[in-house]
């Protein structure tokens, strides 16, 4: 695996983005149209162009009034701020932010929303405020100045109105992987620089012309054996490298990753797990069949928005399922939107370089490429503070406290981690060590074992992935090793 760092990127890149900003690029014949799209569990979201850009808009938190407070919660407190009923340019995901990353937020987050064109205001929903997925302490991207703290995004569909209060419930303090130094907030306080942010992931509306979204973006959600369209022609320098990192898995400028057999999946391994199995491993891989990857060109990723450049781990031991606590409210052709907003999110209103996921799944069992850099590589992730290095973090798209993953999703989960952990050798059902980078769990520096497909709350203290969804591992985890010939 690490020839294939090397190799694919100096040549893949080099050559493969030379040419392509040189000629546009058309795909093969083997790749031209979509098929269309059925709403059952298990298919395949239907195609559609992504024409218009995204935007985000940070609106600024105010001390609500007596007038403004809502008579079932009770009069506002010190520590209640928020903003009333207002017209807004339209968005379909909120979430809210602060100022500093090492603060947690102690108290309500809630959201109510009117949809586009309508008069009809949602109930009160409430805001995941315990989000913990990061990069780990004292790295490049955690320590940028940019990072902020947040809220889980919530996926709330095509609005124009908003209203949102925050109250305070007991003090803020500092999270346990902050430095032992900073002090904590006063009781009955919110943290510092409160905003809302307001997420249009483009496609299907106006942005605010701020200028980062991309236009004409790719069509997303083939299926496995239809043609696909897609001539780059002028593409950035960004979105070239992104889909080349990808190069010997499918044509430059793919909107997908199709599947393949066990045989041909167990031929690859020659090539992207060289240097990395024993040759005991690549004559007899224990691999499942590689699964059809929705590319980021798929979901219609603006690769302008994130930093240039891919960062690496050294292999991949450990896969962490995650749910995005975005809310179950969005349909399968909608799959791509909460993407591009999640991402967008990830950015532009917490500050991270990419999206912190290696990979996302829907809840038809579709899967997606996540932060960029390749799908067959050990990419360093932003999603489990302090276990990033040599793992990988699979979120499905959900919440999954109260609520069962549909099957269609665990059953991706399982043909996703028997495939990525059978190119670096790691048994489903097996046990590994990672050594912590710091958390809320274990000190910096400290050997855990894991399972290696754990939950995230295996690493750090959270109720991530969900009651629901964690209850589920143990069958994820027989099945991916009986996907991988065990």
């Not at 040189?22 to 093969?28: K, R, V």
């Not at 024993?278 to 990723?301: D, H, V």
Request: net charge positive; charged share 20%.
């Amino acid at each position: 695996m690490r020839r294939l760092l090397a190799s694919s990127i100096a040549s893949s890149v080099g050559v493969a983005c030379a040419t392509a900003l040189a000629l546009p690029l058309t795909l093969p014949a083997a790749a031209a149209t979509a098929s269309p799209a059925t709403s059952r569990a298990g298919s395949v979201p239907a195609a559609a162009r992504h024409d218009l850009p995204g935007s985000t808009r940070s609106l600024p938190l105010r001390p609500l009034g007596p007038r403004a407070r809502d008579r079932a919660v009770g009069s506002p407190a010190a520590g209640e701020l928020g903003l009333t009923r207002r017209d807004v340019r339209h968005f379909s995901m909120v979430g809210v932010v602060w100022d500093n990353p090492d603060t947690e937020l102690h108290g309500r987050v809630q959201v109510r929303t009117r949809a586009t064109g309508s008069r009809v205001w949602s109930g009160w929903q409430s805001l995941e405020t315990h989000n913990d997925d990061a990069a780990d302490p004292g790295t490049a991207e955690r320590t940028s100045g940019r990072v902020r703290g947040s809220t889980a995004p919530l996926w709330v569909g095509d609005s124009d109105g908003v209203e949102v209060r925050v109250r305070a419930e007991g003090g803020t303090r500092t999270k346990a992987s902050a430095p032992a130094t900073r002090a904590a907030a006063p009781a009955s306080a919110l943290p510092s620089g409160l905003r809302l942010e307001l997420v249009d992931p483009g496609g299907d509306g106006d942005g605010d012309g701020e200028g980062d979204g991309e236009a004409g973006a790719a069509l997303h959600g083939m299926s496995a054996d239809a043609p696909r369209t897609g001539a780059l022609g002028e593409e950035s320098a960004e979105t070239l490298a992104a889909s080349a990192a990808n190069a010997g898995l499918a044509p430059l400028g793919a909107t997908e990753i199709p599947a393949l057999g066990r045989a041909a999946t167990e031929r690859e391994v020659w090539s992207l797990g060289e240097g990395e199995l024993t040759s005991s491993q690549r004559a007899k891989p224990y691999i499942g069949p590689r699964p059809r990857i929705i590319t980021r060109r798929g979901w219609g990723a603006d690769e302008r928005l994130r930093e240039k450049g891919f960062v690496y781990t050294k292999k991949v031991k450990v896969a962490f399922v995650h749910h995005t606590s975005s809310g179950n409210g969005y349909s399968c052709s909608q799959a791509a939107s909460v993407i591009r907003g999640i991402y967008r999110y990830h950015v532009k209103s917490m500050g991270w370089r990419d999206i912190g996921y290696n990979f996302l799944v829907d809840k038809c069992g579709n899967i997606y490429e996540g932060r960029a850099g390749g799908v067959a590589k050990a990419v360093l992730g932003a999603h489990t503070l302090g276990f990033n290095g040599n793992s990988m973090g699979v979120a499905v798209l959900g919440s999954f406290g109260a609520h069962k993953p549909p099957a269609a999703a665990l059953r991706a989960i399982s043909r996703l981690t028997a495939w990525k952990l059978g190119l670096y050798g790691a048994n489903p059902r097996g046990k590994a060590y990672l050594k912590s980078g710091g958390g809320n769990l274990y000190r910096k520096g400290k050997n855990v074992r894991l399972n290696v497909i754990s939950g995230h709350r295996d690493g750090f203290a959270t109720a991530c992935p969900g009651t629901q969804l964690y209850r589920k591992l143990g069958t994820a985890r027989s099945t991916a090793a009986r996907y991988q010939g065990r």
